[in-house]
T-cell receptor, first 116, second 113 residues
Framework: GDSVTQMEGPVTLSEEAFLTINCTYT??????LFWYVQYPGEGLQLLLK?????DKGSNKGFEATYRKETTSFHLEKGSVQVSDSAVYFC???????????????FGQGTILTVHP | KAGVTQTPRYLIKTRGQQVTLSCSPI?????VSWYQQTPGQGLQFLFE???????NKGNFPGRFSGRQFSNSRSEMNVSTLELGDSALYLC????????????FGPGTRLTVT
């Protein structure tokens, strides 16, 4: 079945440092890929998405490129801020038939803490 | 456009009781999915409803059920609650389109004592 693996956390950075959170996936066909962010006490917010190979999703300074050859979708940001402290989830929506439309498969989440 | 709303936000129940959670999707979204989030298991898919029909189901016992109404609002029900059902229950509505991106509500925090 579909699966997503994220790098182990937590990740602790100083403000303005470069961020990378690794994400790799296993899926049949050509899944859509997503990054979600969860702030304390809240639900998940969609951060960015990519629907086909070589697509680059970007939002709020975050970027991720859909790499089919390495089955990866790593999240990057050039300069993190304290306000970026949250939990980040990589997710995929499979394309193996119509039954996958409403189902996301998530990674285990990576806790990011940014210090001033 | 209003986001996904979930009620109640917090709930405390006793083992053996049952509970009903409610979710109102974003206007125009016809698909609603439910997820359970726990520290140990992470985010797990429960089920998805589209046009009042369950379209997909995760690997949860039959105590977990749901339904969707003609206005796309959805409810999920958990019967005979167990301590392990304590979790954050998240509802998401799906935007039609190529990516079928999902937008999440704030969740209902269920505590079973």
């Amino acid at each position: 079945g579909d699966s997503v693996t994220q790098m182990e956390g937590p990740v602790t950075l100083s403000e303005e440092a470069f961020l990378t959170i690794n994400c790799t996936y296993t899926a049949t066909g050509y899944p859509s890929l997503f990054w979600y962010v969860q702030y304390p006490g809240e639900g998940l917010q969609l951060l960015l998405k990519a629907t086909k190979a070589d697509d680059k999703g970007s939002n709020k300074g975050f970027e991720a490129t859909y790499r089919k050859e390495t089955t990866s979708f790593h999240l990057e940001k050039g300069s993190v801020q304290v306000s970026d402290s949250a939990v980040y989830f990589c997710a995929l929506r499979g394309r193996a038939g119509g039954t996958s439309y409403g189902k996301l498969t998530f990674g285990q989440g990576t806790i990011l803490t940014v210090h001033p | 456009k209003a986001g996904v709303t979930q009620t109640p936000r917090y709930l405390i129940k006793t083992r053996g009781q049952q509970v009903t959670l409610s979710c109102s999707p974003i206007s125009g979204h016809r698909s609603v999915s439910w997820y359970q989030q726990t520290p140990g298991q992470g985010l797990q898919f429960l089920f998805e409803y589209f046009s009042e029909t369950q379209r997909n189901k995760g690997n949860f016992p039959g105590r977990f059920s749901g339904r969707q109404f003609s206005n796309s609002r959805s409810e999920m029900n958990v019967s005979t609650l167990e301590l392990g059902d304590s979790a954050l229950y998240l509802c998401a509505s799906t935007q039609p389109g190529d990516a079928y991106e999902q937008y999440f509500g704030p969740g209902t925090r269920l505590t079973v004592t």
